[in-house]
């Protein structure tokens, strides 16, 4: 082999091993620039934290703690910000709506309430509380000051316990009661606390719960909100009549 071709051989990989070093000084050049622009290096292309949800103000709160009591869905007017009264006064809303049950107040959320037109009961024209099992509702009809309010529930599972000795299935009657009897403060039951229970048959009661899932997940009781169980307490009269429906079950 000549020595004109060696020379040429040389020369030839001489450039490339150039070239190669030039371009990965670029490239870590490169990377450093976006590292001290952002924080990130070049090669994060894996997809990173959602971004945040809008963080909502005081006003756009308050307006839909008011447009709430407006439409009948029972929340606190004298809280502030996001409190328990208010999540579960959209979780209603969200279940009448067939909306996702978040219970998160998003500007979407606000949206559906400016243009949301009052949920209607059963049946009108007399004091009564109605419980909706399909929806998971329940609607305090002309009792007290206001014509309506609406809480969400969390009624029979459906799922097999024990208790006692015997096996049953965990299912909230459906039919038209009437409030039995009534236990003020707390009550503790085989099955576990009570908070101001109103029996309508039974062992079952309509009481607060400091766990009111979207879906139903009680023992056959009507769980409500803690904010709200003793004030219903208080409009439930023994008597009153208490309607329980299931639309689901309709064929």
Known sequence: MSTKIVRTNFLQKAA?????????SNSMFAASAIYEQTGTTAQSSKPGKPA?????????IAEARQSLHALGYWVDLNATGLDASLRHALIAFQKIEARPKTGILTPSELD??????PPAPREVGFPHIEVDLARQVLFVVELGEAPLKVLP???GSGELFTEGGVTRRAVTPTGRF???RKIEGWRKSPLG??????????????????SVPATP?????IRIPMFASKAFSELAAVGTVVIVYDDSLTP
């Open 16 to 24: 490339f091993c150039l070239a190669v070093l030039i371009f990965a």
């Open 52 to 60: 945040a949800k809008p963080k909502m103000t005081e006003q756009e």
């Open 112 to 117: 559906a309430l400016r243009v949301a037109q």
């Open 153 to 155: 529930i969390s009624s």
């Open 178 to 180: 009437k409030v039995q």
């Open 193 to 210: 606390l009570l908070h101001y229970p109103s029996y309508i048959y039974g062992g079952i009661a309509i009481h607060g719960n400091p």
């Open 217 to 221: 997940a009680s023992h056959g009781c």
